[in-house]
């Protein structure tokens, strides 16, 4: 498993990043059941940062708390059967590791939100990062019920790497 995060507004929370984001990635892959070593790649930027991706990305002119591009296009949610042709390069040519995604996250939406929901910066970072894990195993939150799963899968991760509300 790999991981790489660059800060490029060397946003500071008082705990490492790369840890966290290590102890999510880690988690989510195993609750997943995913048979491969992955990948993932991690940008911390600003406001600004984040609302120029949403933009030339996405076409949306707004900033956002994170953005989540998957690799893989997933048939079903969590079914890495599909990754097993490597037809579309879904593997690193060099690390064999299935390349999962890149995730962006805004520095100041983790602080504001972390803030607004009364609980750690750390809390939140772990949050959001596990939220695009998600999404970069397939899953997504169009519906209710897809909404809820997803809630609860990220809940149950938090609560296994040990980070609550309350730290």
């Not at 609302?51 to 030339?56: M, S, Y």
């Not at 890495?80 to 590791?97: I, L, R």
């Not at 519906?143 to 980070?163: C, F, S």
Request: with cysteine.
């Amino acid at each position: 498993m790999s991981s790489y995060v660059e800060n490029e507004v060397e946003a500071e929370f008082g705990f490492d990043i790369k840890e966290i984001m290590d102890a999510v990635m880690e988690e989510v892959l195993e609750e997943e059941g995913c048979p491969y070593e992955a990948q993932v790649n991690l940008l911390i930027t600003d406001d600004q940062g984040i609302w120029e991706f949403n933009r030339r990305l996405r076409e949306v002119d707004a900033p956002t708390d994170v953005l989540s591009f998957p690799m893989i296009a997933f048939e079903r949610e969590g079914d890495f059967s599909v990754a097993e042709t490597d037809e579309a390069g879904y593997f690193d040519p060099d690390s064999g590791e299935l390349l999962l995604g890149d995730i962006i996250i805004s520095a100041q939406r983790v602080r504001q939100q972390a803030d607004q929901y009364g609980h750690s910066t750390k809390r939140e970072l772990a949050f959001l990062i596990a939220h695009s894990m998600f999404h970069l195993c397939g899953y997504d939150h169009m519906t209710e019920k897809e909404a809820r799963v997803m809630e609860q899968k990220q809940d149950k991760i938090l609560r296994e790497i040990g980070i609550t509300r309350d730290n």
